[in-house]
């Protein structure tokens, strides 16, 4: 079993900024790639950002480029969000989730691509 634990939301007004972190642990997987999805209430999950484990090749939503930073601590099993400049648009609940390195045809903006998932939090941009 592989349990994804994320971190590090809260309430900040805009144009401040926060740090997500998620840590993968328990079983030895291979990791394909890491990613943040939010959802919002009423609104369908939705990629932020991912990054691949072995490369560490970034892909970002077009609606967080530039304001976002995915990175990832390999030795740890880590991987970070941080976020600038943030927007009451911004408020969610973010999830980390981890795709297992097999072959899938699933784009790595999919959230089906990912098997392991943490519970969120909640992050609240106030205008």
């Known amino acids: 079993q592989v349990h994804v634990v994320d971190s590090g939301g809260g309430l900040v007004q805009a144009g401040g900024s926060l740090r997500l972190s998620c840590a993968a642990s328990g079983r030895t997987f291979s990791a394909y790639a890491m990613a943040w999805f939010r959802q919002a209430p009423g609104q369908e999950r939705e990629f932020v950002a991912a990054?691949?484990?072995?490369?560490?090749?970034?892909y970002y939503a077009d609606s967080v480029k530039g304001r976002f930073t995915i990175s990832r601590d390999n030795a740890k099993n880590t991987v970070s969000l941080q976020m600038i400049n943030l927007k009451p648009e911004d408020t969610a609940v973010y999830y980390c989730a981890a795709a297992e390195n097999r072959p899938s045809i699933l784009a790595i903006i999919n959230p089906n691509r990912y098997a392991y998932w943490g519970q969120g939090t909640q992050v609240t941009v106030s205008s």
């Open positions: 990054i691949t484990w072995s490369r560490g090749y970034t």
